[in-house]
């Protein structure tokens, strides 16, 4: 996961921050097709983003969906949508105002 660091991120210009968060969509999905409950999986999974610097918030979850996004007052991150079945990762360069 230290190849998805906040500060890889920070340091990449738009177009390989694009590239690097198709692969972290991947990657995380992947990692979620490991886990056989959804949310335990989602839970493990930004845990471990968390440990390499990205600050995140549950923006909402239902039983096939959670969207996390930068916590409120922090620097610009991750937007992030998991469903069973793939994830979705967006780089927001606007400082969250959010949760």
């Given amino acids: 996961m230290r190849s998805f660091s906040k500060q ?3 340091e990449s210009n738009p177009t390989a921050r694009d590239a690097l968060a198709l692969s ?15 949310h ?3 839970a ?10 990205h600050t995140l918030a549950n923006l909402g979850q239902t039983e096939e969906i959670e969207v996390w996004c930068p916590k409120k007052g922090s620097e610009p991150g991750l937007v992030i949508l998991f469903r069973p ?6 780089w927001s360069s ?3 105002l959010g949760w």
């Avoid at 972290?24 to 959804?38: I, K, P």
């Avoid at 493990?44 to 610097?53: D, F, H, K, Q, S």
């Avoid at 079945?85 to 967006?90: A, G, K, L, S």
Wanted: glycine share 10%; aromatic share 4%.
């Fill in 8 to 10: 890889t991120f920070d």
């Fill in 85 to 90: 079945d793939r994830v979705e990762v967006e």
């Fill in 40 to 42: 335990t999986g989602v």
């Fill in 24 to 38: 972290l969509a991947e990657h995380l999905a992947q990692g979620l097709a490991g886990h056989s409950e959804f």
């Fill in 44 to 53: 493990t999974l930004i845990a471990e983003l968390t440990a390499v610097g």
């Fill in 94 to 96: 606007q400082r969250s």
